[in-house]
């Protein structure tokens, strides 16, 4: 039986002679091939016969066993509509709009989560199951962000937040906290509260996102230029005295060198 380090992939020869990649990325496995590409489940809970030859039969089944078993609503499982949450989405900036004297942040590639003052919700309304010592220190009113594990390990990210087991990989993540949706104040003074807030409390796992006030053009093209030569994904403007609004809004605008979507694949040949 052979098994793959956090983060290593190797390749395996199927039936057919065709070559397939098993991946191992943030405790969850992946093998390259149809089969486990087209799976109607959540990546964790996936599995195909390259990934058991390799692993072993009864190794792969109590993985998914004792996955299922754990089962509890995730990122990757929709729950009820009306418990998705109302989050300030953003527009794409014009690439020539002023920016001056809007806020200016980089823009984190890492898992969008509201805290509701108890847990983190998804996107699509589902709990992801963080462990108590990562949610330590936080209040019990909403608040926005991201979950991150730093730039260039978007894959790592999710490969964690999707986990069952609430384990220690998530001592690699912090929470990065870049609004307050029910401070009914403008922007400004929410971030000035969020400041406040973590350095009144011991947060081990949180911080307050840094924004500063764009000064021009010539600034944001700057900054864009640094945070992706860094490795980062983008940049984000808000506006100045802007409230918090649920839905896509003209206030935030996100800014990077290339632009990707999500779409739904309905077939292939």
């Known amino acids: 039986m052979s098994d793959l380090a956090d983060g290593e992939t190797v390749e395996f020869q199927g039936s057919s002679g065709t070559t397939y990649l098993l991946n191992r990325t943030g405790g969850v496995y992946s093998c390259s091939c149809p ?10 809970l996936r599995t195909c016969k390259h990934l058991k030859q390799f692993r072993g039969e009864d190794v792969e089944a109590a993985r998914l066993g004792t996955a299922t078993a754990a089962r509890t609503p995730l990122a990757s499982e929709p729950t009820d ?6 989050l300030l989405l953003a527009h794409v900036w014009d690439n ?23 847990q983190f919700i ?14 330590e220190g936080l209040p019990d009113f909403p608040l926005d962000g991201e979950i ?3 730039r260039q390990r978007f894959q790592q990210t999710v490969g964690v937040v999707r986990r069952l ?27 000035a509260r969020l400041h406040q807030l973590f350095q009144e ?21 700057q900054e864009l230029e640094r945070v992706t030569a860094a490795g980062g994904e983008g940049m984000m403007l808000r506006q100045a005295q802007s409230r ?11 800014v990077k060198k290339f632009y990707d979507a999500e779409a739904r694949v309905t077939g292939h040949q």
């Not at 089969?35 to 964790?44: E, N, V």
């Not at 020539?96 to 108890?118: F, M, T």
């Not at 998804?122 to 949610?135: C, E, I, V, Y």
């Not at 918090?244 to 003209?250: K, Q, V």
Request: aromatic share 14%.
């Open 244 to 254: 918090y609004e649920a839905g896509r809004s003209w206030t935030l605008l996100k």
């Open 122 to 135: 998804s996107r699509q309304g589902n709990r992801f199951l963080a462990p108590d010592w990562f949610m």
């Open 165 to 191: 087991d609430g384990g220690e990989a998530w001592r690699d993540l912090r929470y990065v906290v870049f609004d307050a949706p029910k401070l009914d104040l403008p922007f400004e003074a929410r971030i």
């Open 96 to 118: 020539a709009s002023d920016p001056s004297g809007w806020w200016l942040s980089e823009k984190l590639d890492g898992v969008r989560a509201l805290w509701d003052g108890k």
């Open 35 to 44: 089969a486990w590409l087209h799976q109607a489940l959540p990546i964790h």
């Open 81 to 86: 509509s009306k418990s998705v949450p109302a």
């Open 201 to 221: 409390r011991f947060i081990p796992y949180g911080l307050a996102h840094t924004h500063e006030v764009c000064r021009n053009l010539e600034h944001l093209r």
């Open 148 to 150: 991150w594990g730093g």
